[in-house]
T-cell receptor
Framework: GAGVSQSPSNKVTEKGKDVELRCDPI?????LYWYRQSLGQGLEFLIY????????KSGLPSDRFSAERTGGSVSTLTIQRTQQEDSAVYLC???????????FGSGTQLSVL | AQTVTQSQPEMSVQEAETVTLSCTYD???????LFWYKQPPSRQMILVIR??????QNATENRFSVNFQKAAKSFSLKISDSQLGDAAMYFC?????????????FGQGTTLQVKP
């Protein structure tokens, strides 16, 4: 596609439910990143993929968070047993290779009630 | 660990005037990259300007320029001839030269209001 696509744009869920957030990077981009942006805050790194492997997952806040990438393309961020503190905008970015310019999606606004 | 600090939560500027956004960072590395990103209400982060730490010359991109002070670990963004479309949240970010993850470390952001 022309840019990084994320879905859904907005997600409202109940505390304790699982959610899946999807990221479709720019075609051919090997590096993919997930960031979390809490209200009024800067972006917090979650995980980095190179191809289908995740050499850096140091930012995942707890074992309720997991992510995968398949076919070197689409990535899914899964949050299990959501908590209210998980409410945030989840942004995905991709680059041709790591250390090159990042292209960001418009994010998924997650609200946990 | 590296940190990035933006001490101005909000700034405002009159249209056509100049404004400077501040950023300081902490690192023990000698080579790195610094960035300014703009985030409009659409939430999509847009790269404004980039600076390599080994370059002494300050980066410029049209109306946007930086004042990079390596010894002071300061990286401010100057926006000249401000336009209504410049209103957004601005983030300063750091990336290590070493390693190959490309991970960015962001400051807390500065919301810029442009008054007509």
């Amino acid at each position: 596609g022309a840019g990084v696509s994320q879905s859904p744009s907005n997600k409202v869920t109940e505390k304790g439910k699982d959610v899946e957030l999807r990221c479709d990077p720019i075609s051919g981009h090997t590096a993919l990143y997930w960031y979390r942006q809490s209200l009024g805050q800067g972006l917090e790194f979650l995980i980095y993929f190179q191809g289908n492997s995740a050499p850096d997952k140091s930012g995942l806040p707890s074992d309720r968070f997991s992510a995968e990438r398949t076919g070197g393309s689409v990535s899914t961020l899964t949050i299990q047993r959501t908590q209210q503190e998980d409410s945030a905008v989840y942004l995905c970015a991709s680059s041709l290779v790591s250390n090159e310019k990042l292209f960001f999606g418009s994010g998924t606004q997650l609200s946990v009630l | 660990a590296q940190t990035v600090t933006q001490s101005q939560p909000e700034m405002s500027v009159q249209e056509a005037e100049t404004v400077t956004l501040s950023c300081t960072y902490d690192t023990s590395e000698s080579d790195y990259y610094l960035f300014w990103y703009k985030q409009p209400p659409s939430r999509q982060m847009i790269l404004v300007i980039r600076q390599e730490a080994y370059k002494q010359q300050n980066a410029t991109e049209n109306r946007f320029s930086v004042n990079f002070q390596k010894a002071a670990k300061s990286f401010s963004l100057k926006i000249s001839d401000s336009q209504l479309g410049d209103a957004a949240m601005y983030f300063c970010a750091y990336r290590s030269w070493e390693g190959n993850t490309g991970k960015l470390i962001f400051g807390q952001g500065t919301t810029l209001q442009v008054k007509p």
